[in-house]
């Protein structure tokens, strides 16, 4: 199992930073992983349903450790986007 330590280790890896300002990196737990989100001076509100234009996270599968991409959504709402995911069903905004 992967806890909140390791994944921000994950993360840390893939989001890039310069010498000068090192990225941080805010990890927030949800039942099936981790949503890291490299912290910026001002945070986004994210939107009940992403645009091309959305800020994106990662998320960190508890399980397998597994780091992907997604667009900064309410907590609630990404981890019901990534329910479906792992159950291979399609992303749906009807309950949002």
Avoid: C
Wanted: proline share 12%; glycine share 6%; net charge negative.
């Amino acid at each position: 199992m992967i806890d909140a330590a390791e994944a921000w280790r994950r993360a840390r890896v893939r989001v890039p930073s310069s010498d000068q300002e090192p990225t941080l990196i805010h990890i927030r737990e949800f039942g099936e992983g981790f949503l890291a989100v490299p912290v910026q001076v001002v945070m986004p509100d994210p939107p009940a349903i992403p645009t091309a234009e959305t800020p994106a996270g990662l998320v960190i599968d508890k399980v397998n450790g597994a780091v992907t991409r997604w667009p900064l959504l309410p907590l609630p709402v990404l981890a019901l986007q990534y329910r479906r995911h792992l159950n291979g069903q399609p992303m749906t905004f009807d309950d949002a």
